[in-house]
Nanobody, 120 residues
Framework: QVQLAESGGGLVQPGGSLRLACTVS????????MYWYRQPPGKQRELLAE????????YAAESVKGRFIASRDNAKNTVYLQMNNLKPEDTAVYYC?????????????WGQGTQVSVSS
């Protein structure tokens, strides 16, 4: 059974920082790419970053480039999202995700999400 569990969200003032973590079980973690998404209130879920199995990171959202850093620790089955210089528009539920393909069928696995609120 694949399980993803995010942690580290909370309320922070503009300009502050948070580090999210996502711990994964049920897969050979070090062979899977991991993804960070977010969903602001009333908006669609947005892909932020991909962290490949070997640690290479690609950022999909221009709005977070230079402020957010995604990484992983394969020894701990955990992926991280360091968020710096947070802005009110970063307020969202943040999710980690991974994808498994079996016999040509895609399965997406999601954590429960963690709320990040940026407000003074």
């Amino acid at each position: 059974q694949v399980q993803l569990a995010e942690s580290g969200g909370g309320l922070v003032q503009p300009g502050g920082s948070l580090r999210l973590a996502c711990t994964v079980s049920g897969i050979m973690f070090d062979t899977y790419a991991m993804y960070w998404y977010r969903q602001p209130p009333g908006k669609q879920r947005e892909l932020l970053a991909e962290v490949r199995a070997g640690g290479t990171t690609n950022y999909a959202a221009e709005s977070v480039k230079g402020r957010f850093i995604a990484s992983r620790d394969n020894a701990k089955n955990t992926v991280y999202l360091q968020m710096n210089n947070l802005k009110p528009e970063d307020t969202a539920v943040y999710y980690c995700n991974t994808v498994r393909w079996e016999a040509g069928v895609r399965d997406d696995f999601w954590g429960q999400g963690t709320q990040v609120s940026v407000s003074s």
